[in-house]
Protein backbone atom coordinates (compact mmCIF):
# COMPACT_ATOMS: atom_id res chain seq x y z
CA UNK A 1 0.00 0.00 0.00
CA UNK A 2 1.39 3.46 -1.03
CA UNK A 3 1.87 6.62 1.69
CA UNK A 4 -1.55 7.77 -0.37
CA UNK A 5 -3.81 5.11 -0.01
CA UNK A 6 -2.75 4.59 3.55
CA UNK A 7 -3.49 8.04 3.99
CA UNK A 8 -6.65 8.16 2.58
CA UNK A 9 -7.76 4.77 4.50
CA UNK A 10 -6.63 6.73 8.16
CA UNK A 11 -8.70 9.66 6.91
CA UNK A 12 -11.71 7.56 6.34
CA UNK A 13 -11.28 5.51 9.21
CA UNK A 14 -11.05 8.69 11.15
CA UNK A 15 -13.93 9.74 9.65
CA UNK A 16 -15.87 6.68 10.43
CA UNK A 17 -14.90 6.76 13.96
CA UNK A 18 -16.53 10.34 13.95
CA UNK A 19 -19.42 9.79 12.61
CA UNK A 20 -19.80 6.80 15.14
CA UNK A 21 -19.40 8.95 17.83
CA UNK A 22 -21.51 11.31 16.71
CA UNK A 23 -24.37 8.46 16.07
CA UNK A 24 -23.74 7.37 19.56
CA UNK A 25 -24.31 10.95 21.28
CA UNK A 26 -27.43 12.06 19.18
CA UNK A 27 -29.18 8.11 19.98
CA UNK A 28 -28.57 8.54 23.45
CA UNK A 29 -30.23 12.15 23.67
CA UNK A 30 -32.89 11.38 22.00
CA UNK A 31 -33.71 7.88 23.51
CA UNK A 32 -32.83 9.28 26.97
CA UNK A 33 -35.82 12.01 26.27
CA UNK A 34 -38.32 10.59 23.83
CA UNK A 35 -37.82 6.94 24.29
CA UNK A 36 -36.67 4.07 21.78
CA UNK A 37 -40.18 3.40 19.81
CA UNK A 38 -40.92 7.05 19.59
CA UNK A 39 -37.31 7.91 18.12
CA UNK A 40 -36.85 7.39 14.46
CA UNK A 41 -33.88 6.92 12.65
CA UNK A 42 -34.38 9.89 10.56
CA UNK A 43 -34.35 11.73 13.63
CA UNK A 44 -30.97 10.44 14.66
CA UNK A 45 -29.64 11.04 11.65
CA UNK A 46 -30.93 14.64 11.64
CA UNK A 47 -29.54 14.91 15.44
CA UNK A 48 -26.21 13.11 14.13
CA UNK A 49 -25.38 15.26 11.26
CA UNK A 50 -25.37 12.22 8.71
CA UNK A 51 -27.65 10.54 6.77
CA UNK A 52 -29.75 7.93 7.58
CA UNK A 53 -27.59 5.15 6.00
CA UNK A 54 -24.21 6.12 7.73
CA UNK A 55 -26.37 4.57 10.68
CA UNK A 56 -27.36 1.40 9.41
CA UNK A 57 -24.00 0.85 7.68
CA UNK A 58 -22.43 1.06 11.36
CA UNK A 59 -24.63 0.02 13.22
CA UNK A 60 -27.09 -2.31 11.35
CA UNK A 61 -30.19 -1.59 12.06
CA UNK A 62 -32.20 0.55 15.67
CA UNK A 63 -31.59 -2.42 17.55
CA UNK A 64 -27.90 -2.42 16.74
CA UNK A 65 -28.04 0.78 17.62
CA UNK A 66 -30.20 0.59 20.64
CA UNK A 67 -27.63 -2.40 21.86
CA UNK A 68 -24.56 -0.13 21.03
CA UNK A 69 -25.97 3.33 23.37
CA UNK A 70 -26.83 0.64 26.35
CA UNK A 71 -23.16 -0.91 25.92
CA UNK A 72 -21.52 2.44 25.93
CA UNK A 73 -23.87 4.11 28.40
CA UNK A 74 -23.36 1.05 31.01
CA UNK A 75 -19.76 0.66 30.45
CA UNK A 76 -18.52 4.45 31.36
CA UNK A 77 -21.20 3.92 34.14
CA UNK A 78 -20.06 0.65 35.78
CA UNK A 79 -16.29 1.14 35.17
CA UNK A 80 -16.42 4.15 37.47
CA UNK A 81 -18.77 2.20 40.05
CA UNK A 82 -15.88 -1.16 40.11
CA UNK A 83 -12.42 0.60 40.45
CA UNK A 84 -13.38 3.35 42.95
CA UNK A 85 -15.63 1.55 44.95
CA UNK A 86 -13.52 -1.65 45.46
CA UNK A 87 -10.20 0.31 46.12
CA UNK A 88 -11.67 2.87 48.36
CA UNK A 89 -14.56 1.46 50.41
CA UNK A 90 -14.46 -0.86 52.90
CA UNK A 91 -18.34 -1.78 54.29
CA UNK A 92 -21.45 -2.60 52.57
CA UNK A 93 -22.76 1.15 53.28
CA UNK A 94 -19.46 3.04 51.65
CA UNK A 95 -19.66 0.88 48.62
CA UNK A 96 -23.38 1.78 48.15
CA UNK A 97 -23.09 5.17 49.02
CA UNK A 98 -20.03 5.61 46.39
CA UNK A 99 -22.23 3.50 43.90
CA UNK A 100 -25.20 6.02 44.17
CA UNK A 101 -23.10 9.05 43.86
CA UNK A 102 -21.57 7.96 40.42
CA UNK A 103 -25.17 7.43 39.24
CA UNK A 104 -26.82 10.21 40.14
CA UNK A 105 -23.83 12.14 39.14
CA UNK A 106 -24.81 10.33 35.84
CA UNK A 107 -28.42 11.21 35.42
CA UNK A 108 -28.30 10.29 31.57
CA UNK A 109 -27.69 6.58 31.73
CA UNK A 110 -30.28 6.18 34.62
CA UNK A 111 -32.94 8.20 32.56
CA UNK A 112 -32.45 6.11 29.55
CA UNK A 113 -32.54 3.07 31.24
CA UNK A 114 -35.89 4.48 33.60
CA UNK A 115 -37.66 4.99 30.06
CA UNK A 116 -36.58 1.73 28.43
CA UNK A 117 -38.25 -0.25 31.41
CA UNK A 118 -41.48 1.80 31.01
CA UNK A 119 -41.17 0.49 27.51
CA UNK A 120 -40.14 -3.39 27.55
CA UNK A 121 -43.37 -4.26 28.15
CA UNK A 122 -44.59 -3.79 24.30
CA UNK A 123 -41.05 -4.58 22.62
CA UNK A 124 -39.07 -7.84 22.58
CA UNK A 125 -35.67 -6.24 21.81
CA UNK A 126 -35.94 -3.45 24.68
CA UNK A 127 -36.79 -6.15 27.12
CA UNK A 128 -33.87 -8.47 26.16
CA UNK A 129 -31.60 -5.05 26.61
CA UNK A 130 -33.07 -3.74 29.72
CA UNK A 131 -32.79 -7.28 31.54
CA UNK A 132 -29.46 -7.67 30.25
CA UNK A 133 -27.94 -4.05 31.67
CA UNK A 134 -30.09 -4.34 35.27
CA UNK A 135 -28.05 -7.97 35.13
CA UNK A 136 -24.72 -6.42 35.08
CA UNK A 137 -26.14 -3.83 37.27
CA UNK A 138 -27.06 -6.43 39.90
CA UNK A 139 -23.22 -8.13 39.37
CA UNK A 140 -21.32 -4.82 39.83
CA UNK A 141 -23.52 -4.57 43.21
CA UNK A 142 -23.27 -7.77 44.43
CA UNK A 143 -19.42 -7.94 43.50
CA UNK A 144 -18.71 -4.80 45.85
CA UNK A 145 -20.90 -5.94 48.72
CA UNK A 146 -20.42 -9.70 48.48
CA UNK A 147 -16.22 -9.01 48.92
CA UNK A 148 -17.26 -6.80 52.39
CA UNK A 149 -18.93 -10.39 54.02
CA UNK A 150 -15.60 -12.30 55.60
CA UNK A 151 -18.30 -12.85 58.81
CA UNK A 152 -20.95 -14.43 56.53
CA UNK A 153 -20.05 -18.04 56.67
CA UNK A 154 -19.07 -18.68 52.78
CA UNK A 155 -22.08 -21.22 52.55
CA UNK A 156 -24.04 -18.34 52.83
CA UNK A 157 -22.24 -15.39 50.97
CA UNK A 158 -23.18 -15.35 47.67
CA UNK A 159 -26.83 -15.81 48.52
CA UNK A 160 -26.71 -12.80 50.97
CA UNK A 161 -25.09 -10.82 48.40
CA UNK A 162 -27.23 -11.00 45.71
CA UNK A 163 -30.10 -10.29 48.27
CA UNK A 164 -28.73 -7.52 49.64
CA UNK A 165 -27.68 -6.28 45.64
CA UNK A 166 -31.52 -6.95 44.80
CA UNK A 167 -32.50 -4.44 47.50
CA UNK A 168 -29.89 -2.17 47.19
CA UNK A 169 -30.74 -1.56 43.30
CA UNK A 170 -33.89 -0.94 44.46
CA UNK A 171 -33.35 1.80 46.78
CA UNK A 172 -31.32 2.80 44.44
CA UNK A 173 -33.88 2.66 41.98
CA UNK A 174 -36.13 5.46 44.62
CA UNK A 175 -32.75 7.49 45.08
CA UNK A 176 -32.73 8.02 41.50
CA UNK A 177 -36.77 8.73 41.38
CA UNK A 178 -36.61 10.89 44.46
CA UNK A 179 -33.61 13.51 42.76
CA UNK A 180 -35.64 13.79 39.54
CA UNK A 181 -39.04 14.46 40.63
CA UNK A 182 -37.63 16.95 43.63
CA UNK A 183 -34.16 17.40 42.88
CA UNK A 184 -34.52 21.27 44.10
CA UNK A 185 -35.70 20.04 47.18
CA UNK A 186 -34.26 16.75 48.18
CA UNK A 187 -31.38 16.51 50.05
CA UNK A 188 -29.14 13.48 48.31
CA UNK A 189 -26.48 12.76 51.32
CA UNK A 190 -29.84 12.80 53.49
CA UNK A 191 -31.73 10.17 51.71
CA UNK A 192 -27.98 8.25 50.89
CA UNK A 193 -28.04 7.89 55.10
CA UNK A 194 -31.34 6.44 54.41
CA UNK A 195 -30.83 3.97 51.91
CA UNK A 196 -27.66 2.59 53.11
CA UNK A 197 -29.47 2.39 56.58
CA UNK A 198 -31.66 0.26 55.57
CA UNK A 199 -29.51 -1.80 53.81
CA UNK A 200 -27.43 -2.12 56.97
CA UNK A 201 -30.60 -3.27 58.85
CA UNK A 202 -31.10 -5.50 56.16
CA UNK A 203 -28.19 -7.16 56.27
CA UNK A 204 -27.95 -7.61 59.67
CA UNK A 205 -31.38 -9.09 60.14
CA UNK A 206 -30.16 -11.73 57.57
CA UNK A 207 -26.83 -12.32 59.20
CA UNK A 208 -28.82 -13.15 62.46
CA UNK A 209 -30.58 -15.75 60.65
CA UNK A 210 -27.50 -17.57 59.62
CA UNK A 211 -26.88 -20.49 62.07
Known amino acids: MT ?3 AGKN ?7 AASREAILRAATALFSTRGYAATGISAIAAEAGVNSGSIYHAFGSKEGLLQAVLSACADSVFDRIENPVAADSAT ?23 LLALEKD ?86 ELIP
Open 3 to 5: PIS
Open 122 to 207: GDSIVRAAVEEVRSRARSVVVAAIGSTLEDVPMAYRSAVADTIGRLALVLLDGLFVSQQLDSEAADLEQTLTLVTTLTDLALRNIT
Open 10 to 16: DGRRARG
Open 92 to 114: PSDRLRAAARILVDDPVFLRLFL
